[in-house]
């Protein structure tokens, strides 16, 4: 750094320098030394060393932990903020904030002690969306450090839906017509059903809801003597969701 002489100096006059010194970028111990100086011409005088050194911490530092995450409804996701400062910890949290990191709402904050520290919070997710979360830390004295950069994001999808159980069919006895049943999970009371011939490779207009009312986990209908069929059942949502299939195959008799 330089400072300049801004007024002139007689012999044995003193003259006070303010110098404002930007700090090493390297944590350690540093000594400071002034000398005079001719710009563009030579530097001259004793070297005065200040009869202290300068130690030159490292920085605090907040991370927050998973950088991103995805989850479905309902689910929790654990975070986990660490911190570091020189001047001691007083409490490490967690806020949820926008895209940009400004901060929405406090989600939790823990009392801590020393110069480093780590602490695990939770959120359980509620609705579709994206959300972000960074972590903060109070030094000793209160002072918020830096918070994290960037900021945490998590993904919330729909919760997949679930698939029936307790898939079942049986031919009648003349082979002239078959009876299928599921078991819907709790909640669910819509259903799509599929059947195909696999004797002929047709499908059969029974399938649920196209040809058939949705009344319940189950469906009778016509069937040929001593024809094979695969049929399968999925978890129907109002919104025409739907879950992944499960099958039964059966032949019935001639």
Do not use: K
Not at 5 to 20: G, H, I, M, P, Y
Not at 199 to 218: K, Q
Not at 232 to 241: E, L
């Amino acid at each position: 750094a330089r400072a300049p002489v801004t007024t002139s100096v007689a012999n044995d006059q003193n003259f006070t320098f303010t110098l404002s010194l930007t700090a090493p970028s390297t944590p350690g111990t540093y000594s400071l030394g002034t000398q005079m100086l001719q710009e563009n011409v030579q530097w001259f005088g004793q070297v005065c060393n200040l009869p202290s050194s300068i130690t030159v911490s490292a920085p605090p530092v907040v991370s927050i932990s998973p950088s991103a995450t995805s989850v479905t409804v309902g689910q929790t996701v654990t975070f986990t903020v660490s911190a570091t400062s020189s001047s001691g910890l007083a409490a490490v949290g967690i806020e949820s904030t926008n895209s940009s990191g400004t901060p929405i709402a406090n989600l939790g904050e823990s009392v801590v002690s020393g110069n480093s520290a780590s602490r695990n919070f939770s959120w359980t997710s509620s609705a579709i969306g994206t959300y972000y979360f960074d972590g903060y830390a109070w030094n000793s004295t209160r002072t918020l450090l830096t918070r994290t950069s960037p900021v945490t994001v998590v993904t919330v999808t729909a919760a997949p839906i679930p698939p029936p159980t307790n898939f079942v069919s049986s031919c009648a006895a003349n082979g002239n017509t078959a009876t299928l049943s599921w078991t819907l999970p709790s909640g669910y009371t819509l259903s799509y059903f599929r059947i195909t011939d696999t004797t002929t490779s047709t499908n059969p207009a029974y399938w649920i809801p196209e040809n058939v009312s949705d009344t319940g986990p189950a469906t009778t209908l016509a069937t040929t003597q001593g024809h094979s069929y695969s049929a399968w059942v999925h978890t129907r949502f109002s919104d025409g969701t739907y879950s992944t299939p499960v099958y039964t195959y059966f032949t019935c008799p001639i």
